[in-house]
């Protein structure tokens, strides 16, 4: 058996095309704005494709570009001016940010109306309190893929193997939302393999290549590979390749959650603005 292989592509399209269209039904644009420090090749690739995917769908973007030797106050001054601008709906942070500068202190200045990355310590809190606020984008993209795919997530048990503020926690939240039974599993946690072989449903956000292999996923599970790490010049993720040959359904590394995770930063931007905005 050859796992089904669940595209991001096909996500991050189909969503980019409900966006596009509420946008056009709006009476002005939503405004996104980011804000890069320095010129980290990966930085200013990351901002280059949500800002092009933003501008294909009819927001209003805007880049700030800050020197990589930019003070922590000039940074903090940058985001008390967004916060202040009514016409902004959206700002991103692109992270990480260059040493010696400090992101939870800037991730904390954010508006958490305006936070369209979800990482806002009062959207934190709405989301595991289950009201409603800003979600991060990989997580919220987790969700999609399997909701696209038709994974139903009532009554599932699903495996988490990561517990980072970005991935682990708020999918294991937003899985217990959709009322799944959920082990967040981590590098210390005892007999890994026995967590992941009992879940139909492995969401691996480590950054550990090949730490899932076909011998702790149970044949039929279906696998979402969030982590990234390189090897010998190539992209690779969580989950070895042999895993392909057991679970029902795997998303690719690269083109599987990050296409899609791109696609939520313009979902959140369109949902802050209607908030921020009071439209329907």
């Known amino acids: 058996m050859v796992a089904e292989r669940l595209e991001g592509r096909v996500v991050s399209d189909a969503i980019a095309t409900r966006v596009s269209e509420r946008i056009a039904s709006l009476p002005i644009a939503p405004n996104l704005v980011f804000v ?23 927001l209003r973007t805007r880049t700030l570009v800050l020197a990589a030797d930019t003070d922590q106050g000039t940074l903090e001054h940058t985001i008390r001016e967004l916060n202040r601008d009514d016409d902004v ?5 692109q992270l990480p940010l260059p040493a010696p500068l400090d992101e939870a202190p800037v991730l904390v200045l954010i508006d958490p109306d305006k936070d369209v990355d979800g990482f806002h ?17 990989t997580p919220l993209g ?12 009532e009554g599932a048990r699903v ?9 682990g926690k708020p999918v294991a939240a937003l899985c217990l939302r959709r009322h799944a039974t959920v082990t967040l599993a981590h590098s210390r946690t005892r007999d890994l393999g026995a967590s992941v072989r009992a879940a139909d449903i492995v969401i691996a956000a480590v950054g550990r290549a090949g730490l899932v292999g076909a011998d702790m996923v149970r044949p039929g599970a279906t696998v979402i590979d969030v982590g990234v790490s390189r090897v010998d010049g190539r992209i690779v993720g969580d989950v070895a390749p042999e895993v392909w040959d057991v679970a029902a359904r795997v998303t690719p590394m690269p083109g599987g959650t990050g296409l899609v995770t791109v696609a939520m930063v313009i979902q959140n931007t369109l949902r802050a603005a209607r908030r921020r905005r009071g439209w329907a």
Do not use: F, M
């Open 89 to 93: 709906d959206g700002i991103l942070v």
């Open 121 to 137: 310590p009062i959207n934190v809190g709405k989301l595991w309190s289950g009201l409603d606020g800003l979600v991060p984008c």
């Open 159 to 167: 495996t988490v193997v990561g517990r980072s503020n970005l991935v």
């Open 36 to 58: 890069r420090v320095g010129e980290d090749p990966a930085s200013v690739s990351y901002v280059r494709s949500k800002s092009r995917l933003a501008q294909r769908v009819g």
């Open 142 to 153: 987790i969700l999609a893929i399997l909701d696209h795919y038709g994974v139903p997530l």
